[in-house]
């Protein structure tokens, strides 16, 4: 491969976006984790109960609450440089 190729618009476009994707898988796992630790007490049936139901979704509305508050505070620390 081309030495050049490797620093291309298109080719950084394409890291980019795989380093987005390797986030989001990441938040996506971490997210799993930690809601489910927090909020799956028993052992699982074919359902969750409402409160596992409820904790679940208050669990992971925090979780990206507060992943958006963190992104747009390296956003703005990132325009301030």
Known sequence: MDP???SSPQMQQF???EK???MLNEMVAKLTN??????ITSTPGNKFSSSESTCLSNCAQRYMDLSLIIMKRFQSMQ???
Request: proline share 0%; with cysteine.
């Open 20 to 22: 987005q994707k390797a």
């Open 4 to 6: 050049s190729a490797l």
């Open 15 to 17: 890291i980019n976006q």
């Open 34 to 39: 930690m809601c489910w630790d927090k909020c």
């Open 79 to 81: 325009s301030m440089n």
